[in-house]
């Protein structure tokens, strides 16, 4: 088991060895009568440490093998084994519970869901929770895939576009770009030096931090109460859909994604997730969703704003966790209810 690696091992052997210890004090100072005040204080002093060494062998224990989350960055140790634990891939490496065959089968409308952590159910154990297998259930007369990864911006999801329908031949008929609000940020100047300080958390700790589930968790959690750049989730980028040069450059890359579809004569279609954790307080992000659906408007793209079928449900908890701002089991199903209706309208046999 990876979890049991060495440095738990040598922490239950210290442990062991110090429960030992105490035993073999214990019975020797039993035999010293009257024990003397120099004895009692190093007995007490000895007991103390070893309780010590216990109580943080109980914890790490605890959060080794039982404590099962995530963080919106995916950073903690915690976090990474229950990637390992969650994330089981498909034939063509795509997290989903079935295989793709690369030929769209004659007769079955083929439907292409393409995005990032959002689309791969990030924080969701059971991969059917997530809304695109939730939509799937209810289509069963199409063939309902998710091409996404954790971390994957704008550029990303067209790389893997292309390489899918280029070089692995994959057939693509309705191609649905889930559009997250932080897909614009490998345009953002300032956002590399962001983002390689949020995972450069781990250089903080030594070698008790990096190797130990609750110390690691314990360091994560005060940084992301401290570091208004971690507990915010990228609200840094709200200004990045005004007019200026990002903007500018945001829309003429989503402009050769059209360009690609039109191309290869594949259906775009476009779904936009508001930012979850963002709900309560007052919404920060409307000028980028009123800027997102103006674009695709002037483009012709059937496009969903995802925000209005959220906003009854903004005093509900929707989000995985509150270290991590991905959208929660119920957010899910919500969103695959109103993504459903959209794929119908847009969408003919």
């Given at each position: 088991?990876?979890?049991?690696?060495?440095?738990?091992?040598?922490?239950?052997?210290?442990?062991?060895?110090?429960?030992?210890?105490?035993?073999?004090?214990?019975?020797?100072g039993k035999s010293i009568q009257p024990m003397k005040t120099l004895h009692i204080i190093g007995w007490n002093t000895l007991l103390l440490g070893v309780s010590i060494i216990v109580l943080f062998w109980g914890v790490e224990s605890y959060?080794?093998?039982?404590?099962?989350?995530?963080?919106?960055?995916?950073?903690?140790?915690?976090?990474?084994?229950?990637?390992?634990?969650?994330?089981?891939?498909?034939?063509?490496?795509?997290?989903?519970?079935?295989?793709?065959?690369?030929?769209?089968?004659?007769?079955?409308?083929?439907?292409?869901?393409?995005?990032?952590?959002?689309?791969?159910?990030?924080?969701?154990?059971?991969?059917?929770?997530?809304?695109?297998?939730?939509?799937?259930?209810?289509?069963?007369?199409?063939?309902?895939?998710?091409?996404?990864?954790?971390?994957?911006?704008?550029?990303?999801?067209?790389?893997?576009?292309?390489?899918?329908?280029?070089?692995?031949?994959?057939?693509?008929?309705?191609?649905?770009?889930?559009?997250?609000?932080?897909?614009?940020?490998?345009?953002?100047?300032?956002?590399?030096?962001?983002?390689?300080?949020?995972?450069?958390y781990e250089d903080e700790l030594g070698y008790i931090g990096q190797n130990s589930y609750f110390v690691n968790e314990a360091f994560f959690?005060?940084?992301?109460?401290?570091?208004?750049?971690?507990?915010?989730?990228?609200?840094?980028?709200?200004?990045?859909?005004?007019?200026?040069?990002?903007?500018?450059?945001?829309?003429?890359?989503?402009?050769?994604?059209?360009?690609?579809?039109?191309?290869?004569?594949?259906?775009?279609?476009?779904?936009?997730?508001?930012?979850?954790?963002?709900?309560?307080?007052?919404?920060?992000?409307?000028?980028?969703?009123?800027?997102?659906?103006?674009?695709?408007?002037?483009?012709?793209?059937?496009?969903?704003?995802?925000?209005?079928?959220?906003?009854?449900?903004?005093?509900?908890?929707?989000?995985?966790?509150?270290?991590?701002?991905?959208?929660?089991?119920?957010?899910?199903?919500?969103?695959?209810?109103?993504?459903?209706?959209?794929?119908?309208?847009?969408?003919?046999?």
């Open positions: 088991m990876e979890d049991l690696d060495g440095f738990y091992i040598g922490l239950l052997l210290i442990t062991l060895l110090s429960i030992g210890l105490l035993f073999l004090v214990y019975r020797k959060y080794r093998f039982y404590v099962d989350t995530t963080d919106s960055f995916a950073i903690s140790k915690i976090t990474q084994r229950w990637g390992k634990r969650y994330y089981k891939n498909n034939n063509i490496k795509s997290r989903d519970n079935v295989d793709y065959i690369l030929k769209k089968q004659p007769g079955l409308r083929r439907i292409t869901f393409i995005g990032d952590s959002f689309t791969i159910g990030y924080g969701i154990e059971d991969v059917d929770d997530r809304f695109v297998n939730i939509i799937r259930k209810s289509l069963y007369d199409k063939e309902i895939h998710v091409i996404a990864g954790n971390g994957f911006d704008t550029d990303r999801q067209f790389l893997y576009l292309k390489q899918f329908h280029d070089d692995l031949g994959y057939d693509m008929d309705v191609v649905i770009l889930v559009y997250n609000l932080n897909d614009i940020a490998f345009l953002i100047p300032e956002n590399k030096a962001i983002v390689e300080r949020i995972y450069g959690k005060w940084k992301a109460m401290t570091d208004p750049d971690m507990g915010s989730y990228f609200g840094y980028l709200k200004d990045s859909y005004k007019k200026n040069t990002n903007w500018t450059n945001m829309q003429n890359y989503l402009g050769d994604v059209i360009n690609y579809c039109n191309d290869n004569e594949i259906k775009l279609m476009v779904i936009t997730f508001p930012f979850l954790h963002d709900f309560e307080r007052e919404y920060q992000f409307v000028e980028a969703h009123q800027a997102l659906a103006a674009f695709w408007a002037e483009k012709g793209i059937p496009h969903m704003d995802l925000l209005p079928a959220f906003l009854p449900h903004k005093d509900e908890y929707l989000i995985v966790n509150d270290f991590d701002a991905h959208p929660n089991e119920k957010a899910h199903q919500i969103a695959a209810k109103a993504i459903e209706k959209f794929i119908l309208q847009n969408v003919k046999d």
